[in-house]
């Protein structure tokens, strides 16, 4: 929120009550004036020898041209101008204060009434301006947590609606086919177990959901300076990982291949949560790269601080609307939305905020050839990596969807 300062523009009733204010200080100075001269006068007059010593020191200012150029009475008038301009100064510019005061305090009151958008934009003398200037930050900070509060209060709407929605799904299928069941309802045998076996695959699907929304929960309550960190060997961790879907890939007629490039790569992360990302983003090529023959996991050191991670498929091409949300929870690419995937729309959400509390960022390309999820992960725990400048647009989408 930017601020344009500018004076503050009095109106026609500050103006006339700042000059009425001068009219009756200078009074009020003129008549001190007055009681002042008139004493000193007394005083003088009937102290002679006061008189001869202020005569003396007036006549020790005079010029060798016999001009005078001071004299005690001649000091004494300046003096006390001297004093009355300051007087009359130090009056005004206290009324001007007082009026800057009111105008802050009538903003305050507008910020106050709800106009939260709004931050005071005077350019003030002295310590006003820093009370302008903090109040005005103090206000965006306000804004600031509301606008988080909201979005937190929104995101958790959302969660319940979806969670709700995507309970309900497989729960009322649950119930029903358990129902045909309880009344016996099967003509058979045969149909009996296939009632059984939809009642079990949605039950599943329902645990997937709570398994992938618990462990969302506890990803994004974990902290970036609390994280629990180990030095990791990553290409020792990407085959083995590579290795564990050996069995999965061999049922759905698909290769799995690993490389790095690099031999030995120690990073600092969580072993855990770095797994289970790495093993979102296969399970997910598994389950919508439809079409796709290969996935493939690679290692690259970027640099001495950045270590990217791609997994790859050569599956179906994710469409362009969609690039820029996979990463959200609940999302699903629409024609990704079919029984045979079951997905519950936590997986790269999950992926998105591993990688973002160990200070990373995720990116998503696709083409009709390879789909590839990239993870830039920084090699030590403690520093963050910002994207590339052909990746900022890309990454600030994603970052606002979140």
Same mark, same amino acid.
């Given at each position: 929120?930017?601020?344009?300062?500018?004076?503050?523009?009095?109106?026609?009733? @500050?103006?006339?009550?700042?000059?009425?204010?001068?009219?009756?200080?200078?009074?009020?100075?003129?008549?001190?004036?007055?009681?002042?001269?008139?004493?000193?006068?007394?005083?003088?007059?009937?102290?002679?020898?006061?008189?001869?010593?202020?005569?003396?020191?007036?006549?020790?200012?005079?010029?060798?041209?016999? &001009?005078?150029?001071?004299?005690?009475?001649?000091?004494?008038?300046?003096?006390?101008?001297?004093?009355?301009?300051?007087?009359?100064?130090?009056?005004?510019?206290?009324?001007?204060?007082?009026?800057?005061?009111?105008?802050?305090?009538?903003?305050?009151?507008?910020?106050?009434?709800?106009?939260?958008?709004?931050?005071?934009?005077?350019?003030?003398?002295?310590?006003?301006?820093?009370?302008? @200037?903090? &109040?005005?930050?103090?206000?965006?900070?306000?804004?600031?947590?509301?606008?988080?509060?909201?979005?937190?209060?929104?995101? %958790?709407?959302?969660?319940?609606?979806?969670?709700?929605?995507?309970?309900?799904?497989?729960?009322?299928?649950?119930?029903?086919?358990?129902?045909?069941?309880?009344?016996?309802?099967? $003509?058979?045998?045969?149909?009996?177990?296939?009632?059984?076996?939809?009642?079990?695959?949605?039950?599943?699907?329902?645990?997937?959901?709570?398994?992938?929304?618990?462990?969302?929960?506890?990803?994004?309550? %974990?902290?970036?300076?609390?994280? @629990?960190?180990?030095?990791?060997?990553?290409?020792?961790?990407?085959?083995?990982?590579?290795?564990?879907?050996?069995?999965?890939?061999?049922?759905?007629?698909?290769?799995?291949?690993? $490389?790095?490039?690099?031999?030995?790569?120690?990073?600092?992360?969580?072993?855990?949560?770095?797994?289970?990302?790495?093993?979102?983003?296969?399970?997910?090529?598994?389950?919508?790269?439809?079409?796709?023959?290969?996935?493939?996991?690679?290692?690259?050191?970027?640099?001495?601080?950045?270590?990217?991670?791609?997994?790859?498929?050569?599956? @179906?091409?994710?469409?362009?609307?969609?690039?820029?949300?996979?990463?959200?929870?609940?999302?699903?690419?629409?024609?990704?939305?079919?029984?045979?995937?079951?997905?519950?729309?936590?997986?790269?959400?999950?992926?998105?905020?591993?990688?973002?509390?160990?200070?990373?960022?995720?990116?998503?390309?696709?083409?009709?050839?390879?789909?590839?999820?990239?993870?830039?992960?920084?090699?030590?725990?403690?520093?963050?990596? $910002?994207?590339?400048?052909?990746?900022?647009?890309?990454?600030?989408?994603?970052?606002?969807?979140?």
């Amino acid at each position: 929120m930017k601020t344009n300062t500018k004076t503050i523009q009095l109106t026609h009733k @500050e103006r006339i009550s700042l000059f009425t204010d001068a009219v009756l200080t200078s009074l009020f100075i003129l008549i001190i004036n007055f009681l002042v001269f008139f004493a000193t006068e007394v005083y003088y007059s009937t102290h002679p020898d006061w008189r001869n010593t202020l005569i003396r020191f007036g006549n020790s200012l005079i010029a060798g041209n016999h &001009i005078e150029l001071w004299s005690w009475s001649n000091g004494f008038i300046v003096m006390i101008a001297a004093l009355d301009m300051f007087v009359l100064y130090i009056r005004l510019f206290m009324h001007y204060k007082r009026i800057q005061e009111q105008h802050i305090i009538r903003d305050l009151h507008y910020i106050a009434d709800g106009n939260f958008d709004y931050t005071i934009p005077y350019k003030l003398l002295g310590d006003d301006q820093k009370i302008v @200037e903090s &109040i005005n930050i103090l206000v965006n900070n306000v804004i600031h947590s509301m606008s988080e509060e909201l979005n937190t209060e929104r995101s %958790k709407d959302e969660l319940i609606s979806n969670v709700s929605h995507d309970i309900r799904t497989p729960l009322t299928s649950i119930i029903g086919y358990l129902g045909l069941i309880e009344n016996k309802q099967f $003509k058979s045998e045969e149909e009996l177990y296939k009632f059984i076996h939809v009642a079990y695959s949605k039950a599943r699907q329902m645990k997937s959901l709570a398994d992938d929304l618990f462990e969302y929960t506890k990803i994004t309550d %974990k902290d970036f300076n609390k994280l @629990e960190t180990h030095k990791i060997e990553m290409k020792a961790m990407l085959d083995q990982i590579a290795a564990e879907f050996d069995l999965e890939m061999a049922e759905k007629g698909m290769q799995i291949h690993s $490389k790095t490039n690099f031999d030995t790569l120690i990073i600092e992360a969580s072993p855990n949560d770095l797994a289970r990302a790495i093993n979102n983003l296969i399970t997910n090529a598994l389950k919508y790269g439809i079409g796709g023959k290969n996935i493939y996991v690679e290692g690259f050191r970027v640099n001495e601080k950045e270590l990217e991670i791609k997994v790859s498929n050569d599956g @179906e091409k994710i469409p362009e609307e969609s690039l820029n949300h996979v990463f959200d929870r609940f999302y699903r690419v629409e024609t990704s939305r079919n029984k045979s995937t079951g997905g519950t729309g936590l997986g790269l959400a999950i992926v998105f905020e591993v990688v973002n509390i160990h200070g990373g960022y995720c990116s998503v390309a696709s083409s009709d050839e390879l789909t590839t999820f990239t993870l830039h992960l920084p090699i030590k725990h403690g520093e963050k990596l $910002k994207p590339n400048r052909s990746e900022v647009d890309n990454q600030e989408v994603i970052e606002d969807a979140k």
